[in-house]
Structure formats: C-alpha cells, structure tokens
C-alpha cells in the first residue's frame, strides 16, 4: 500500500553552459516525485525547465500541479492505470502527470520485480547514443567540442542552429568530419516557414534531420516546410500526445518523431506513439531533457524498443553533470547499456541528492 509521497526540490550544476535558440543554461532545477510503500519505494522525475522556454511548463507550475491535482487522487491502492485514468479528467500538464506516472511505475514494477524495459517491450540491451551540442561562440570552438564527444565515441551529433548560426555551423562540422558521421540540427522553433528558402540551404549537408524548425503549433507550417526542403522533417515540442502525433503524421507534417516521456505525459503515452510510428514505419528516437541518472534510467528503457531506429539524445551522465544522483551511466562504444533490474533500475545516492536538496515535502496518503 502506498503511504506517503515525497516532493524533492534539488539544484544541480551543468558541466558547461548549454545555448539554444531559447536560452543559455548553466544549471538545473531538479523535481522528484518518490512514492513511499510498505515494502518499496518508487521515483520519478519532472523534466520541466525553471522557466517556460522550452515549452509552456515550468518546474513551479509543476509542483502546483502535482500537489493540487495529481497527489490528491494517489490512494493506498492506486495503480498507474487507475492513476492515468482519472489524471486525463486534467488538460495539459504533460510534464507534471509524466513525473507522477514515471514514479508509480517504478513503485509498481519494483513490487512485481520486473523492469521498465521488459515492462514496455524492450528489444535491446543497449542504445545507441547521440550527443546534443550547445551554440558556441566561434566556429573553432565547435569543431574543437564535436571532436571531444566523437572522440569519447557518440555516434551521432545534433546542433543546436538559430537564424543566423545555421548553414557555416553546419557546415564546418561536415567538412572536418566527413560525409559519413551521422549529423542533425535541432532548431527548437527558431524559425518561421518564410525561412523555407534559408532553410533549403541546409540540404547540400545531408542531414538526417532538422528537428523543430518552427513554432509548436504550426503543425500546417511544418507540411508547407516540408515541401520546400529535402532534409526530413522531426517534430519534437509540437508533439504533446499520441492525437497529435497521429494527426501530425497524417498531413505530413513531420517523417520522424523525437519521443520525449515528459513532454506527452508518460512512458504509457510514449509507447502508445512508439507503437503507433513502429507500424507505420516511421523512425523515431529518445529525446532529452537533461535528465539526471533517474529519468535517464527510465529513458533508456524506453529507447530500448524495436521502433528506436535512430540514437537518441540519451547522452552519458557526464555530457550534463560532474556527479551525477545516480551511478553515472557510461558510453561504451558508443552506446549505453539499459538497466535491466526491477523498475527503473537506479536510486539516487542519498548523500549526493541530501547535497543538492533545497526543500523535501511530505504527504500522507489516505483513503
Ligand atoms: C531538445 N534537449 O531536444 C532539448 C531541449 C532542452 C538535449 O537538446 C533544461 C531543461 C535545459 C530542459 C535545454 C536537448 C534544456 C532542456 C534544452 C531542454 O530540444
Ligand atoms: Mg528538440
């Protein structure tokens, strides 16, 4: 029976400023949901940013969310199903039910001793890792930091482009290394679909894809794009849900799907778009949200599944962090092993994450 749930508020530093089209950020505001059992206990992690940039959620707003919609319906008995049924009587909010999801579900598999990969389907053993590489302040600077992830082995490079720092970028990177290193840029909405034309330019990079290049709702800007340019098309803030990525995939809005549990409010809702883009051939991929090893543990889960074609973004611990809340999770050869124990597989270290606490709450679950 559930007891009691724990809301966790931690702060932890990135190794390096990380610049997008939508701001430059040197740490993260971290939220935990723990659900507290009579025999275990269960985590989750909100992937909301401390400001709404990146999308309309925001780790306060979270919180408010969590403790004033979500933690009231957890009962001693509640289920992830019984959980997901009444939390959909909520609009939006995809960020705040994925965290309280993504906690009962560890709770719930740890008690039947099975995990999040074998939960979900998972083909894989191992993922596959892409890296995401922040803007930088000169071209040399760039080509310096690609080499240094190439060199500790990820086999695939997305840049973060914004009008303006797109084609040289671009095209320094394919010029030192290669026409055979796999390369994409993600844009997060910088553009507007009068930039077709600039955008084509990008194509003479064989890119294998451009992720976000408009704002989230202009799914018909992103049909009317895709016309214009030959480089696919990945959506990834404007898939909120398995309706709109359905919808999105059929008026050709997008031929790739980047599926991030956080931003479509779970790993129930991100296997439902997985299997939806598995039968219709569709490649998707693991997005990212600087996750410490908590949520990344449950993404690799979810990357494991036979849909995930393509590398994700499920980067290596210390891509983001110096010490990680977990044990850091390491690239070997490129890819990074999935955890394969009950749940999630991992636990925060208790001393690293007391360090980085700011403020613990405690709710009593009744019935
Ligand atoms: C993306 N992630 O794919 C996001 C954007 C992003 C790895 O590129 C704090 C919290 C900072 C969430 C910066 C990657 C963030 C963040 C970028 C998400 O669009
Ligand atoms: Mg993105």
């Given at each position: 029976m559930i007891r009691t749930i724990e809301i966790i508020r931690a702060h932890i530093n990135l190794v390096t400023p990380f610049r997008t089209s939508f701001a430059v950020e040197l740490d993260r505001d971290l939220l935990f949901v723990r659900i507290i059992g009579d025999n275990e206990e269960g985590w989750g992690e909100c992937v909301a940013m401390a400001d709404p940039l990146y999308s309309s959620e925001y780790v306060d707003g979270c919180e408010e969310v969590i403790t004033r919609y979500l933690l009231p319906m957890i009962k001693p008995d509640t289920t992830v199903e019984s959980f997901l049924a009444e939390a959909a009587h909520i609009r939006g909010h995809f960020m705040s039910k994925?965290?309280?999801?993504?906690?009962?579900?560890d709770y719930e598999l740890r008690m039947a001793n099975v995990s999040l990969a074998t939960y979900l389907g998972a083909t894989q053993t191992t993922v596959a890792s892409g890296v995401s590489v922040g803007m930088q302040s000169s071209i040399d600077?760039?080509?310096?930091?690609?080499?240094?992830?190439?060199?500790?082995?990820?086999v695939r490079v997305k840049l973060k482009i914004e009008p303006g720092l797109d084609i040289e970028p671009v095209r320094a990177v394919r010029d030192a290394f290669g026409p055979d290193m796999l390369l994409q840029v993600d844009a997060n909405a910088a553009y507007t679909v009068n930039d077709a034309d600039h955008l084509a330019r990008l194509d003479q990079f064989n890119l294998l894809l451009i992720e976000q290049p408009l704002p989230e709702e202009d799914l018909v800007g992103h049909v009317e794009l895709s016309k214009r340019i030959a480089t696919p098309i990945c959506l990834d803030e404007s898939i909120t849900s398995f309706d709109?990525?359905?919808?999105?995939?059929?008026?050709?809005?997008?031929?790739?799907?980047?599926i991030k549990p956080g931003r479509v409010g779970g790993y129930v809702e991100a296997k439902r778009i997985h299997d939806l883009c598995y039968s219709r051939g569709i490649p998707v991929w693991c997005g990212g949200m600087l996750e410490t090893?908590?949520?990344r543990a449950a993404n690799l889960a979810l990357a494991a599944l036979p849909g995930f074609t393509l590398p994700g973004d499920t980067s290596a611990s210390k891509r983001y962090f110096t010490q990680d809340v977990t044990t850091p999770f390491e690239l070997v050869d490129g890819h990074i092993e999935v955890p394969n124990t009950a749940g999630i597989g991992v636990r925060p270290i208790e001393e690293v994450l007391n360090r980085m606490t700011s403020r613990r709450e405690s709710f009593a679950v009744s019935h």
């Open positions: 994925a965290a309280v999801e993504a906690a009962l579900l600077d760039l080509l310096k930091v690609v080499a240094d992830y190439r060199a500790e082995g990820y709109v990525a359905r919808g999105a995939l059929n008026i050709n809005a997008c031929s790739i799907i980047n090893g908590i949520g």
